[in-house]
């Protein structure tokens, strides 16, 4: 056998050209296919965590038919002590919601109007770092502050200390009218969320909906991980109210991140396809040119079997090349993109109306490089078989014919 391989490792040599260009091929389409893997999976990762950090956090408790037309009346109170015992939940935010319109002298918008408390909202949220103008205004003397977008603000042309209107229905059914004054402008990587928020202290927002309870509670864990664990151990706990994930709330969410598996698939499969097909073809010219060579070394006595040993060997050699070189190349284009980001700010538009940040960071999971080198062996060893096969095809009378 190590006559063998060093006979294939030789042969593959003598066309130094021909095998460097299928190294660097095999190389090339690994690196292509697992950064596009890796953005991909990066901007799907940032999307969620963005999501979760901005929009709807791991779990939200409401009653159950709250998010059916989004009615004040279905409020609910609880005791909150049960997340503190929990040690999988690492904070909560009250939240009293209800949907209105907000106005100007200039303009007015429909808007969700979430009454928070801003000390906890921002420890489940981190809604301090949005803002891009103004501060928390802990105490207040009349006007009750609020916080609404950029783009909400543009739009209602009005400027931090501006006063606005807020109108919606009471859990009675009545309509509501208060005054606001603007204290912080926000935004967010998703221009969508941004234009349908705005947020007010949740004890001026209680006091006119007529009610000191709440319409939501959204639920930070440590790990997301633990996510269907602590919703399921919060639904037993809590079995009047609706216990829900970021993946019920957001849909789209959880079918992006399934999707990414098969993408993932699909991808992987051209690529395997096409350095298959580039092996094949290397192998058949290699064979192709040897005709002769190969036709005298069954005529002096060498088997059928060594003879297919022999070209499936150089065929894993040149994979054991180009394969340790592709995976070693993506796994360091990868981790300096990591550490540096990939601007797409030029795009800063289109993916911020689709929630995605302008700074993407390729991220891979490295079990995933083990799986793709077994794929990647396996499907160059069927792929030498074909033209191994052909090998032993030839008849040395014919073969020795050729010039």
């Known amino acids: 056998m190590k006559t063998i391989i060093k006979i294939a490792w030789r042969n593959i040599w003598r066309h130094k050209t021909r095998s460097l260009v299928i190294i660097l091929a095999m190389a090339l389409g690994l690196v292509s296919g697992i950064f596009i893997l890796a953005l991909n999976w990066g901007l799907s990762i940032e999307r969620v965590n963005k999501a979760i950090a901005t929009e709807t956090s791991h779990i939200q408790i409401h009653h159950p038919k709250f998010r059916e037309d989004f009615d004040p009346k279905y409020n609910f109170a609880i005791d909150t002590t049960i997340f503190a015992k929990n040690e999988k939940i690492k904070d909560f935010a009250p939240r ?71 109108t919606f229905q009471d859990v009675n059914n009545q309509m509501v009218s208060a005054a606001f004054k603007v204290r912080g402008i926000f935004k967010t990587s998703n221009s969508m969320w941004d234009k349908g928020n705005v947020f007010v202290p949740i004890t001026s927002l209680q006091q006119l909906l007529g009610t000191n309870n709440y319409q939501e509670i959204a639920v930070l864990l440590y790990n997301n991980d633990d996510l269907e664990t602590v919703a399921n151990e919060l639904q037993n706990q809590l079995p009047t109210l609706k216990v829900e994930t970021w993946k019920d709330i957001m849909p789209e969410m959880k079918m992006m991140v399934e999707s990414f598996d098969q993408m993932m698939n699909i991808i992987i499969f051209i690529i395997l396809l096409t350095l298959a097909f580039g092996l094949i ?96 062996v396996v499907i160059m060893f069927l792929a030498s078989v074909y033209p191994a096969y052909k090998a032993l095809k030839l008849k040395p009378v014919d073969a020795l014919r050729k010039i």
């Open 96 to 166: 009293s919601i209800v949907f209105g319109m907000v106005n100007s002298a200039n303009s007015a918008a429909g808007v969700k109007v979430n009454g928070v408390n801003f000390i906890k909202e921002n420890k489940v949220t981190k809604f301090k770092d949005k803002l891009i103008e103004g501060a928390f205004v802990h105490q207040y003397k009349r006007t009750p502050p609020i916080y609404i977008s950029q783009a909400t603000a543009e739009k209602l042309k009005v400027r931090i200390r501006s006063k606005i209107v807020v």
């Open 281 to 376: 073809n290397t192998m058949l010219m290699a064979i192709l040119e040897r005709t002769r060579e190969i036709g005298m070394l069954m005529a002096i006595g060498m088997n059928k079997k060594k003879i297919f040993t022999m070209i499936m060997t150089e065929s894993l050699l040149l994979s054991l090349i180009g394969v340790p070189f592709g995976l070693l190349a993506s796994w360091g284009i990868i981790e300096m993109f990591q550490k540096t980001g990939i601007d797409l700010s030029v795009y800063a538009k289109g993916m911020e109306a689709w929630g995605f940040d302008t700074v993407v960071y390729p991220q891979m999971e490295p079990e995933f490089y083990t799986q793709i080198t077994a794929q990647v």
